[in-house]
């Protein structure tokens, strides 16, 4: 049987946690930057977490993660 593919555009958006989960960035800071607030831009500094419903996705998406 053939190896899994990893997607490589997940591979590149996404990052396992300790505890399972998988953490992303935050979208809306690549451009048009001068229009939005200063606490906006901080604010979207931070990593996210993809939601639950979203995790099974993921996880197929990166197998060997």
């Known amino acids: 049987m053939p190896k899994m593919k990893t997607n ?3 591979a590149k958006r996404f990052r396992r946690t ?3 989960g998988f953490k992303r960035i ?4 690549r451009h048009i930057l001068t229009k939005k607030s200063t606490k906006r831009k901080r604010h979207l500094r931070a990593p996210g977490v ?7 996705m993921v ?3 990166l197998p060997y993660s």
């Open 8 to 10: 490589r555009g997940a």
């Open 18 to 20: 300790a505890s399972g």
């Open 26 to 29: 935050q979208s809306h800071q």
């Open 50 to 56: 993809v939601a639950d419903v979203d995790t099974a």
């Open 59 to 61: 996880r197929r998406m």
